[in-house]
């Protein structure tokens, strides 16, 4: 069947199976391979993409669930060819090794930041407890998302303070 | 007169990671996002029973199947002498099945078709007739005299006895044991886990038909030493595969071995002429590939009563499954277990160890350890700390009595391996002192009174890495040394190419600082290859924390044969004599006047354009390393635990991790390692376990099933560190990446055990679920 997904602010259209997974229609359609698959139970969520703004394990949803809806992978992270505050915090933090988990790790961050940019040690650790990191420990993961917040803060304020001057 | 020259970012710098830039932008290139035009998927039938015989496939109603491109049978692979193939411990393996079946997940058919969805429909397609058979599911089983022969097409195989290996002195131990104040025993079973990358296995296996060449994209920590087997299995020639292992999302040590998947996908390109796609989902990756441990271990320690340990004696039996597939040196049939008598100057050791086949999968890999460094780490651990309170000594005096003194380096086990050079009083001090040690004793007495469980363990381990001396280490008679290929770029940039392979170890970045540190080019303008058979020296691969002690090495070995040519060339465009040229962060000045000075960039210039006559052109060179020895990193791990005596649940409240590496070369990325290994170590104390039922059914085959730790049950890591340096590597860098999961598991034991050894607890065999605890508790107070 035909659907019309917003993938990364863009419209596509793509004809598939019904059972096709939206974990398949991003890497296989879409050809957007930062998305990436750990596991068959939902456990590891290594899929996890922006569904509307907020994290799904894009394994244990059919591509035909997301017609009409608002996909944003890895690959939408960027700001006008700038990385998001998250890119760059993994970075800067050493919140990845092999890069496998990154992706769904820094949109379930980014997510989390929109509703809590200050958020605790255990606030990111339960936010990011879906998913599985086998290479760092977590420790600078959640130093990376707090660090995002931290600097995406600072921006705003700098923003603000701009507007008001 | 230039500016104050910038910093060189060499040795002990934390630069960020190169290749972080791609992988935040979801443009790393993992096996699955490799797409060739023409590329066919396949899928793979595996058996649902543990041992089997095979009376029938048929494939005939999956062939019909829309979208089918082929079937391929144990059969089909007979007629191309491909049914079988070496593993890496010198026996054989099926890879698809053509007598009988061995294990739960082993490969009895496959389907090539033109949609992975298709593939697994057409699976479900074929009909096999399977009579079951008796099923062998522990190494007690396999020795009984009536249990079934799982090798009974290997010629004069008559049980399920594979090997018998011994270390270590038997007459000087049972010496030692009759003469002892006390022996204290401990009975353990390391049970078997898997390392679980988070990127499952896979390949594109791409066999031009035209022109004979077969690229194979796979998944592989050693893509050198995969090309070689691969050359012998297959009779192609070695020149024409090239193997290549794009980005891989960790390995752990489960993407070292050849897998029937690889071969089979090979086979399929070669007889169909496109390319074919094979990635596992996860299930096939838990229940057929490299699995680790499954080791069941008695140690003895002998004791004076003073509390100096005066001999150790270890016996194991070994559960390798259904073919000997340990990824591990020929001549070590239980790898570096003999590094047992651990951090401790014990006159005698004696080990012994069995191997025996059982019907469970394959591929005894070391997950994150150095060739079964982990088992014999937590043997003499968890020993030392049940043989201390037996003596009435705390654990940590216990150690210092008996800890190998740092003027004892280089120091000769009892088992025969020369420690290169440590200080394990330091690396426990440093941890008691960071973890309050003595303050912590305090409350957990004071806690005891108010009926509360606190439990404090240490583990002081030795590490044994970088493989190896040319004289005793070899894979199938290849020998462990490898290589490093330098080229300096006219301007002064730099092209390393590497025979060791990341899977998140950050050699892009690690090794360019090593050049850095040699050269004084700065890391950012070294672009460092790796992955690539026909683009790399040789060598054979990342695991067993190889990669710093031996690429490391031969990187610092090809830099310098480039610096020595460099100064000829700096003694040349200052007119000088080599000798009055100095080097130093890329800046070549002459003795006595330091003004007069060229830099790196210089240099590299003039091998292309202004080099003196006689001189070769260029700049560039290769080197390989043979260790003149093992590298033997340590350090002191301490957990502090809390149990729940009403649940068994238990909660760990601190981890202090105090390692020595020798040099760090990135300190960042060390520091992050310790902390993937000390989770990964937690894991496995905790919760990670394969499990089979009497049927010889994997329960453990999927994460729902085998538990890995999340953020929200991994602790918060302390650590700290000292620095020996290895004196024979050329940087005095030891290697870390698996320090922490050797190290850690005996510490968080230790400390449930040590909450619990009031109670009457002295062992509960890994991992440690609140039931298993609970458990425990009930029988010791039962008595």
């Not at chain 2, 007119?575 to 040229?581: A, F, G, M, Q």
Request: hydrophobic share 40%; glycine share 10%; aromatic share 8%.
């Amino acid at each position: 069947m035909e659907i019309t997904v917003k993938v990364n602010g863009a419209d596509r259209t793509a004809d598939v199976e019904p059972r096709m997974l939206l974990a398949h229609l991003i890497r296989e359609e879409f050809a957007l391979t930062g998305t990436h698959i750990g596991c068959d139970t939902t456990s590891c969520g290594a899929c996890t993409v922006l569904l509307d703004g907020r994290p799904v394990k894009s394994c244990t949803v059919f591509g035909v669930q997301a017609d009409g809806r608002e996909v944003t992978t890895v690959e939408g992270l960027l700001r006008g060819g700038q990385l998001h505050p998250i890119q760059a915090a993994f970075k800067e933090e050493h919140g990845l090794q092999c890069g496998f988990c990154t992706p769904g790790m820094m949109l379930t961050g980014s997510a989390l930041l929109e509703e809590n940019p200050n958020p605790t040690d255990d606030e990111v650790r339960w936010a990011i407890s879906g998913q599985i990191c086998r290479c760092t420990g977590y420790m600078n993961i959640v130093k990376a998302i707090q660090a995002a917040g931290k600097a995406m803060s600072e921006t705003s304020e700098d923003a603000a303070a701009s507007v008001a001057s | 007169m230039a500016a104050e020259a910038e910093e060189i970012r060499g040795i002990g710098h934390s630069v960020r990671r190169k290749e972080d830039d791609r992988f935040i932008r979801g443009a790393g290139n993992y096996i699955d996002d490799i797409h060739l035009p023409g590329m066919l998927h396949m899928a793979i039938l595996r058996s649902p029973f543990a041992h089997a015989k095979l009376n029938s496939v048929d494939g005939s109603r999956a062939q019909a199947l829309e979208g089918v491109i082929a079937v391929v049978t144990g059969e089909l692979m007979a007629q191309h002498n491909l049914a079988w193939m070496p593993t890496l411990s010198g026996d054989t393996e099926a890879v698809l099945v053509t007598d009988k079946v061995r294990f739960q997940g082993q490969e009895v058919a496959a389907v090539i078709a033109t949609d992975p969805y298709i593939a697994k429909d057409a699976l479900e397609l074929i009909d096999v007739d399977y009579e079951p058979l008796g099923v062998v599911i522990s190494p007690q089983q396999a020795a009984a005299a009536d249990a079934p022969l799982i090798r009974d097409e290997k010629e004069g195989q008559t049980d399920n006895h594979i090997y018998h290996w011994e270390s270590g002195d038997k007459e000087a131990t049972d010496a030692a044991f009759a003469q002892a104040d006390k022996v204290v025993s401990l009975d353990t079973w390391y049970p078997r886990s898997h390392p679980a990358p988070l990127e499952t296995c896979g390949c594109v296996a791409d066999i031009n038909p035209a022109t004979g060449q077969a690229t194979i994209y796979m998944t592989s920590q050693a893509p050198q030493l995969i090309r070689t087997v691969f050359a012998l299995v297959a009779g192609l020639p070695e020149e024409k595969i090239r193997i290549v292992s794009p980005d891989i999302g960790g390995g752990f040590g489960n993407k070292v071995p050849v897998y029937p998947g690889y071969v089979i996908a090979t086979a399929a390109s070669l007889l169909l002429g496109h390319p074919v796609k094979w990635i596992e989902d996860r299930t096939e990756n838990l229940i057929s590939t490299g699995f680790a441990r499954d080791f069941w271990m008695h140690g003895e320690m002998a004791l004076k009563e003073d509390g100096t340990m005066t001999g150790l004696r270890v016996s194991l039996d070994a559960d390798e499954g259904a073919f000997h597939a340990d990824a591990q040196p020929s001549k070590l049939k239980v790898g570096l277990f003999h590094v047992v008598s651990g951090s401790y100057d014990l006159p005698a050791a004696h080990v012994t160890a069995d191997g025996y086949y059982t019907n469970k999968a394959p591929g005894g890999v070391a997950y994150r350890c150095s060739f079964r460094v982990t088992e014999a780490s937590f043997m003499i651990e968890r020993l030392v700390q049940n043989a201390a309170y037996e003596i009435g000594m705390d654990p940590a005096e216990f150690r210092k009595k008996n800890f190998i003194e740092k003027d004892q380096f280089p120091y000769t086990s009892a088992t025969g391996l020369t420690y290169d050079s440590g200080d394990y009083q330091a690396a426990m001090d440093l941890a008691l002192e960071k973890v309050g040690y003595a303050q912590l004793r305090k409350e957990q007495a004071e806690a005891r009174e108010q009926g509360r469980l606190i439990g404090i363990g240490l583990a002081s381990f030795t590490e044994i890495v970088g493989a190896g001396p040319h004289k005793d280490y070899d894979i199938l008679g290849i020998k462990m040394n490898d290589g490093a290929e330098l080229r300096v770029h006219p301007t002064g940039k730099a092209h390393l190419k590497i025979s060791s392979q990341t899977q998140g170890q950050g050699h892009e970045t690690t090794f360019a600082q090593i050049v850095a540190e040699e050269l004084g080019i700065q890391p950012e303008d070294i672009k460092v290859t790796h992955g690539d058979s026909d683009d790399t020296p040789y060598g054979l691969g990342t695991y067993a924390s190889r990669s710093t002690p031996t690429v490391g090495a031969a990187t610092a070995m090809v830099s310098r044969k480039l610096a020595d040519k460099a100064r000829k060339l700096a003694a040349h465009l200052l007119e000088v004599s080599e000798e009055d040229v100095e080097l130093a962060k890329g800046r070549f000045t002459v003795k006595g006047a330091p003004d007069k000075a060229v830099t790196i960039q210089d240099v590299a210039f003039a091998a292309y354009t202004n080099f003196p006559d006689g001189m070769e052109a260029g700049l560039e060179g290769v080197a390989y390393y043979d260790p003149p020895n093992l590298t033997y990193p340590f350090g002191t791990y301490a957990v502090v635990v809390e149990v729940d005596a009403d649940t068994g649940q238990w909660k760990v409240e601190r981890v202090v991790a105090v390692d020595d590496c020798g040099v760090r070369i990135n300190p960042m990325i060390v520091e992050g390692q310790i902390h993937g290994g000390l989770t990964e170590g937690f894991g496995i104390a905790a919760m990670e376990q394969i499990t089979f039922d009497e049927e010889g059914n994997c329960i453990g085959a999927n994460f729902l099933d085998y538990l890995l730790p999340t953020a929200w049950e991994t602790p918060r890591f302390e650590l700290g560190e000292t620095v020996t340096p290895s004196p024979h590597h050329p940087i005095g860098a030891k290697g870390v990446g698996e320090s922490a999961t050797v190290g850690s598991p005996a510490a968080f034991v230790n400390a449930v055990i040590d909450a619990l050894w009031p109670l009457g607890v002295r062992n509960i065999d890994m991992p440690l679920t609140s039931g298993k605890v609970w458990e425990a508790i009930q029988n010791a107070k039962a008595g």
